[in-house]
């Protein structure tokens, strides 16, 4: 049997919390015999196993298609947002890219408006508030047109479909020294405003989205770029800047 195909041992400092006002603390554990072919959170489900078996409380993480597209599953490793692997969720995030006997830190999303609800978990519905301040076309469009019928130039069409990535996992936040949304609200205005559905409301859109950020507490964007670092989906630095122009323009 290879050096690789052997099972890792693993000393895991994770984050326990009990609700929000609880002060929480870091509680080691070891893992061991883990295949290095195992997502993290499969790792995670084997170490619950045995704290249950144990009589121990179980780590509360979320998770959900564990194929890295419905923005669930999130937590700082080694004080990386979704850990170091470049474009990957945690939920794709392999043992194999770890070495046998390493120490892995895991915390939860650190901002004020993402609470911790239960050791990894925090709430996020800060997130939808944002997307229920204007995060949608409310112009009756009826049945679908035929395809190609609206003429949409094909940078503006790459651009709308990279910010249309965004899964709302909160990585960008977690990273920001500011925790700043404005990465996840650009792409979510972005991916609107540069089609033709989304024109009629452009500027209000912008305008209520912003606002509501604020609103919710996340701070400003100083151009950092923490957040598309650890984008999952790569999402770039220049949507904060259309979101911005929208923004100033609706503001006049």
């Known amino acids: 049997m290879s050096e ?19 002060k929480g603390r870091m509680v080691t554990y070891r893992v061991e015999d883990v295949s290095p072919d195992m997502s993290f959170l499969e790792m995670l489900d084997v170490l619950n196993e045995r704290l249950i078996l144990e009589g121990d409380d179980p780590i ?26 470049v ?32 050791d990894l978990v925090v709430d996020r519905s800060a997130f939808d508030r944002i997307i229920q301040a204007g995060g949608f076309i409310s112009v009756p469009a009826g049945s679908a047109p035929d395809a190609h019928s609206v003429p949409v130039k094909k940078v503006d069409a790459d651009a709308a479909f990279d910010a249309a990535t965004c899964i709302g996992c909160g990585a960008c936040v977690a990273a920001c020294p ?17 089609l033709p ?13 912003v606002e509501q ?36 323009r609706a503001s006049k």
């Open 87 to 118: 474009a990957t969720t945690t939920c794709q995030l392999h043992m194999r890219h770890f070495e046998d006997n390493a120490v892995i830190t895991i915390e939860p999303w650190r901002a004020a408006p993402f609470p911790v609800v239960k």
């Open 60 to 85: 509360a993480f979320d998770h959900d298609c564990r194929e890295g597209i419905c923005g669930m599953c999130g937590m700082v490793i080694n004080g990386v947002a979704h850990g170091e692997q």
């Open 4 to 22: 690789r195909a052997k099972g890792m041992n693993l000393t895991l400092k994770v984050w326990r919390q009990n609700g929000p006002q609880d």
């Open 197 to 209: 559905q989304g024109q009629p409301e452009r500027d209000s859109r912008a305008k209520a989205m």
């Open 213 to 248: 950020m604020d609103a919710e507490g996340f701070g400003g964007c100083t151009n950092t770029g923490e957040c598309t670092a650890v984008c999952p989906k790569g999402i770039p630095l220049d949507t904060i800047a259309r979101m911005n122009r929208d923004y100033l």
């Open 178 to 194: 500011n925790g700043s949304a404005s990465l996840f609200t650009a792409a979510k205005i972005t991916h609107l405003s540069l």
